[in-house]
């Protein structure tokens, strides 16, 4: 079994690989350039796949892609060719969970303007600090994330909602609706969490409607990708106070314009698409891979597989 790869691969990566299968080939390069009959896989992040590249493939079956989102990918493409589409769900639940404990606390605690005092040398206690404890939280996108983030959520004393396309109850969530049917908790919210995935039906998910619906003074924590939000929406509720807060790892363009006006505002924590990274994902994202190699062809015991319609 050929596969071409554009992730860099440590050779006791590879050595993990061919212990899991022995008629592995694995050829790591920077592109996908040349064409080649026998490739019937690709490991990849995902943003150099195009249509283009399928037709170097001819043979082509298996894409796994080294992230969790998709949205980037010709996925009607892959439908029309039969390609398997999978994604590393799972390997981001802890550093990314981490994360927005890191940030919810740094928002109910001025960790900001805490810094700036250190900087500026300034001994003041006169901060607007809260807690976490009975606080309500509206994640929204339930899924494996989500549950990592209500987990950790749940050990301060919140109380956690959920919100998915499915809108089934989940184990974490105290309650859980749908996507559709949002208002209702989101107007009740202390804290909304960004974590769905991106498709044509959640772009401008949180667009100025949404933030209207949303309870005065609410804190909002974005790190599912920049396009699910109208920044332009979100920098208005800011603006007014509608939104308290901010936390945001993810944009519409990356990296964040200078003109943006998210740099300049003083109650808004910016990170650089960080959320995901810790020096244990890759390893963790491998191991997907790995259990992946070891079941293929029987593509029903492969796991993460992506619908190619859902986008997810």
Same mark, same amino acid.
């Given at each position: 079994m050929k596969i071409i790869s554009t992730m860099s691969l440590k050779p006791e990566q590879l050595d993990q690989a061919k212990a899991v299968r022995s008629d592995l080939n694995i050829e790591v390069k920077k592109q996908f350039t040349e064409c080649d009959a026998q490739v019937e896989g690709l490991l990849t992040y995902g943003w150099d796949v195009t249509e283009q590249t399928? /037709?170097?493939?001819?043979? $082509?079956?298996?894409?796994?892609a080294m992230a969790a989102g998709v949205d980037? $990918?010709? $996925?009607h493409a892959f439908a029309s060719k039969g390609i398997l589409l999978t994604n590393v769900r799972g390997a981001h639940s802890i550093q990314m969970s981490e994360h927005v404990i890191w940030c919810i606390l740094n928002l109910l605690r001025q960790g900001k303007t805490v810094m700036y005092q250190q900087e500026q040398k300034v001994w003041? @206690?006169? $901060?607007?600090?809260d807690e976490m404890y009975g606080k309500t939280v509206c994640i929204v996108g339930a899924g494996t994330i989500g549950a990592a983030v209500a /987990?950790?959520?749940? @050990?301060?004393?919140?109380?956690?909602w959920g919100i998915s396309q499915s809108g089934k109850s989940h184990l974490g969530f105290d309650r859980v609706a749908k996507l559709e049917d949002s208002e209702a908790f989101l107007k009740e919210s202390d804290i909304v969490v960004a974590l769905l995935p991106l498709t044509s039906?959640?772009?401008h998910f949180f667009n100025a409607e949404r933030f209207n619906q949303m309870k005065d003074g609410v804190y909002f924590i974005n790190v599912a990708r920049g396009s699910v939000v109208d920044e332009e929406a979100l920098s208005e509720a800011l603006q007014t106070g509608k939104v308290q807060g901010a936390a945001l790892d993810v944009f519409v363009t990356e990296p964040l314009p200078e003109t943006s006006p998210f740099w300049s505002m003083d109650q808004v924590f910016l990170t650089p698409h960080i959320a995901g990274r810790s020096p244990q994902y890759t390893q963790r994202m491998f191991e997907v891979f790995l259990k992946n190699i070891k079941e293929y062809p029987n593509t029903s015991a492969m796991i993460n597989a992506i619908n190619l319609e859902n986008g997810y």
């Amino acid at each position: 079994m050929k596969i071409i790869s554009t992730m860099s691969l440590k050779p006791e990566q590879l050595d993990q690989a061919k212990a899991v299968r022995s008629d592995l080939n694995i050829e790591v390069k920077k592109q996908f350039t040349e064409c080649d009959a026998q490739v019937e896989g690709l490991l990849t992040y995902g943003w150099d796949v195009t249509e283009q590249t399928l /037709e170097l493939y001819p043979n $082509l079956k298996w894409i796994q892609a080294m992230a969790a989102g998709v949205d980037q $990918l010709p $996925l009607h493409a892959f439908a029309s060719k039969g390609i398997l589409l999978t994604n590393v769900r799972g390997a981001h639940s802890i550093q990314m969970s981490e994360h927005v404990i890191w940030c919810i606390l740094n928002l109910l605690r001025q960790g900001k303007t805490v810094m700036y005092q250190q900087e500026q040398k300034v001994w003041s @206690a006169k $901060l607007k600090i809260d807690e976490m404890y009975g606080k309500t939280v509206c994640i929204v996108g339930a899924g494996t994330i989500g549950a990592a983030v209500a /987990e950790k959520c749940h @050990a301060f004393g919140m109380t956690v909602w959920g919100i998915s396309q499915s809108g089934k109850s989940h184990l974490g969530f105290d309650r859980v609706a749908k996507l559709e049917d949002s208002e209702a908790f989101l107007k009740e919210s202390d804290i909304v969490v960004a974590l769905l995935p991106l498709t044509s039906q959640t772009k401008h998910f949180f667009n100025a409607e949404r933030f209207n619906q949303m309870k005065d003074g609410v804190y909002f924590i974005n790190v599912a990708r920049g396009s699910v939000v109208d920044e332009e929406a979100l920098s208005e509720a800011l603006q007014t106070g509608k939104v308290q807060g901010a936390a945001l790892d993810v944009f519409v363009t990356e990296p964040l314009p200078e003109t943006s006006p998210f740099w300049s505002m003083d109650q808004v924590f910016l990170t650089p698409h960080i959320a995901g990274r810790s020096p244990q994902y890759t390893q963790r994202m491998f191991e997907v891979f790995l259990k992946n190699i070891k079941e293929y062809p029987n593509t029903s015991a492969m796991i993460n597989a992506i619908n190619l319609e859902n986008g997810y």
